[in-house]
């Protein structure tokens, strides 16, 4: 797994210069880590809505987080836990976090 890797522009095997970009992967890791903490412990989601990928954390202190991963279009989707239930606009391809205590 590649969160970063290196890019070098000069010639030879080893390059002169150590250029970083960041990989998809490296910016899912910074999202992820804005809002779930060391310790955090993952609970149960679940959802029928195609093309939505989604997870559920909870942090000490009793923070809830979820993820939702939107390969598809743009939508709005319907947020439920327990008797409360918020609507959620999800741009086109995009990951949208969510935080709630």
Request: net charge positive; glycine share 8%.
């Amino acid at each position: 797994m590649t969160v970063f890797h290196e890019l070098s522009r000069a010639k030879g095997p080893w390059g002169q210069t150590k250029d970083i970009t960041r990989s998809g992967l490296f910016w899912a890791f910074d999202h992820f880590s804005r809002l779930i903490h060391r310790g955090a412990r993952r609970f149960n989601s679940h959802s029928t809505a195609n093309d939505i990928q989604h997870v559920a954390f909870e942090n000490r202190g009793g923070r809830q987080v979820l993820v939702v991963a939107n390969k598809g279009a743009a939508r709005e989707i319907e947020l439920r836990l327990g008797n409360t239930a918020a609507l959620v606009a999800l741009t086109e391809k995009s990951l949208t976090t969510l935080a709630w205590q």
